[in-house]
């Protein structure tokens, strides 16, 4: 089994900056990608960023230039560090993680439980 766990969600005034860390735990043998994901009230869970084993990584366009993901694969954490937040940022982050796992070894999605991020205007 496959536990992920967030930290770092809380309240800021826009153009402030959190920081969002996700360790992942359990029999994890690789990890193929980690990320962040979001959903605002009414709204659809959407990508915020992705990182690769590789180290490659991918924005959505909305938080280009403000956020950066990261990784260290040792540890099997992810972090996103969120500056210039904006008010539309505002939702719950979900850390995802694209990992194989087990014996015998088996390749599954997983989910965190979510942290909230809430940006004052």
């Known amino acids: 089994q496959v536990q992920l766990v967030e930290s770092g969600g809380g309240l800021v005034q826009a153009g402030g900056s959190l920081r969002l860390s996700c360790s992942g735990s359990?029999?994890?043998?690789?990890?193929?990608?980690m990320g962040w994901y979001r959903q605002a009230p009414g709204k659809q869970r959407e990508l915020v960023a992705t990182i690769l084993s590789s180290g490659d990584t991918n924005y959505a366009d909305s938080v280009k230039g403000r956020f950066t993901i990261s990784g260290d694969g040792a540890k099997n954490t992810v972090l996103l560090q969120m500056n210039s937040l904006k008010p539309e940022d505002t939702a719950v982050y979900y850390c995802?993680?694209?990992?194989?796992?087990?014996?015998?070894?088996?390749?599954?999605?997983?989910w965190g439980q979510g942290t909230q991020v809430t940006v004052s205007s």
């Open positions: 995802n993680a694209d990992v194989r796992s087990g014996i015998p070894l088996r390749r599954g999605v997983y």
């Open positions: 359990g029999s994890i043998i690789t990890i193929v990608s």
